[in-house]
């Protein structure tokens, strides 16, 4: 990665933090009992909202969820079956990536939002 593309960084990661506070939980709540990955991206999401997960983790993650979050996608999610094969692919693949960071606490916490219907 070069200079410019780590000073970038840092811009990206607060834009993308910006686009998940602001919509993720209500996309959720829009979308309830359609997405089939809800667990692994709310665990993600508390993983990349925590403060002690390391910068880029949280840079990793944070995308991955903020494309989730927007509205246009490579395949709409309206689209049935087909819908949400893009997000899960983004979301596999930042977990591949930064998965070891999603701590037990992060999964619990998803588990405890998502048993009680409970949004942040």
């Known amino acids: 990665m070069s200079n410019l593309d780590d000073a970038a960084l840092p811009a990206v990661l607060a834009r993308n933090e910006r ?5 993720f939980w209500r996309k959720l709540r829009r979308l309830a009992g359609r997405v089939p990955f809800t667990s692994d991206l709310v ?3 508390y993983c990349a909202m925590d403060p002690a997960t390391p910068f880029r983790a949280r840079a990793i993650l944070l995308g991955a969820v903020a494309y989730f979050v927007m ?3 490579v395949v709409p999610d309206a689209i049935a079956v087909l819908g ?5 692919t983004v979301l596999a ?3 591949a ?7 037990p606490k ?4 998803a588990r405890r ?5 409970g949004v942040d």
């Open 84 to 88: 949400f094969t893009d997000d899960a």
């Open 97 to 103: 990536v930064a998965g070891a960071h999603i701590l």
């Open 43 to 45: 665990a993600a999401y």
């Open 71 to 73: 509205p246009i996608d």
């Open 19 to 23: 686009t998940v506070r602001e919509g």
């Open 106 to 109: 992060h999964r619990d916490d």
């Open 93 to 95: 693949t930042a977990i």
């Open 113 to 117: 939002v998502l048993l009680i219907g």
